[in-house]
């Protein structure tokens, strides 16, 4: 399987026959002054919304006709199982920015978790019903989602294999939130990949918590 960051908390993941995956996609002309990712040009087979800010849910932008996914509810579609876990936006129980859906995303053997914009530690029972997680995609900048200290806690409570971070302030991404630097301070087995994608197989999954940093693809 391949997952390639586009940018921001937009992920485009190809299982190994080809089928794909994208997550969150968002919307530039929403935020002209402080978002400047291209344009998302593709027609993905499958696409979760976490939750339906502009930044995460501009589906008219795709091409062809995807299958839609906002709710919890298990299903596979093509080469993926989908479930979700319901969250929130902030620490006030979504009062301040509403909900927001943990999806946890089954391809080729691998179990891939996208945090969406969480926005509070998670409690026992949601650890639980996340369940074990190989790829963890997790936002890091704050302000708006976890912060570096909170996103270093729910990394350890999850304890991926690996740990790629996203929402982030970047050249591209002018939001009022951190850089990724916060998160990775102190921790081992930091892999700066120099690359917007990285290739995976379930059988070759790193034994430790090794965290693998992108560069957006748009």
């Known amino acids: 399987m391949n997952i390639k960051w586009l940018g921001h908390s937009c992920f485009l993941i190809t299982s190994a026959s080809g089928a794909t995956l994208l997550t969150d996609p968002y919307d530039t002309t929403a935020f002209p002054d402080t978002l400047f990712y291209a344009p998302i040009d593709a027609a993905p087979d499958v696409v979760t919304v976490s939750h339906s800010h502009a930044d995460h849910n501009n589906t008219a932008a795709l091409g062809g006709t995807p299958m839609i996914v906002t709710t919890a509810e298990p299903r596979q579609?093509?080469?993926?199982?989908?479930?979700?876990?319901?969250?929130?936006?902030d620490t006030e129980g979504g009062a301040l920015r509403?909900?927001?859906?943990?999806?946890?995303?089954?391809?080729?053997?691998?179990?891939?978790?996208?945090?969406?914009?969480?926005?509070h530690e998670l409690g026992p029972e949601q650890v639980a019903a996340i369940g074990p997680v190989d790829v963890l995609l997790i936002p890091v900048g704050g302000n708006f989602t976890i912060d570096a200290e909170a996103a270093t806690r729910v990394w350890r409570q999850l304890g991926p294999a690996i740990a790629i971070p996203m929402h982030f302030r970047n050249d591209r991404c002018l939001f009022a939130i951190e850089g990724v630097d916060a998160f990775l301070g102190g921790k081992k087995d930091v892999d700066m990949a120099g690359a917007s994608e990285i290739e995976l197989e379930a059988a070759g999954?790193?034994?430790?918590?090794?965290i693998i940093v992108l560069e957006p693809a748009n």
């Open 98 to 119: 509403g909900g927001n859906m943990v999806f946890i995303l089954t391809v080729d053997g691998v179990t891939v978790c996208h945090l969406g914009d969480l926005g």
């Open 205 to 210: 999954l790193p034994a430790g918590h090794r």
């Open 77 to 89: 579609i093509h080469d993926f199982g989908i479930r979700g876990v319901a969250t929130w936006h």
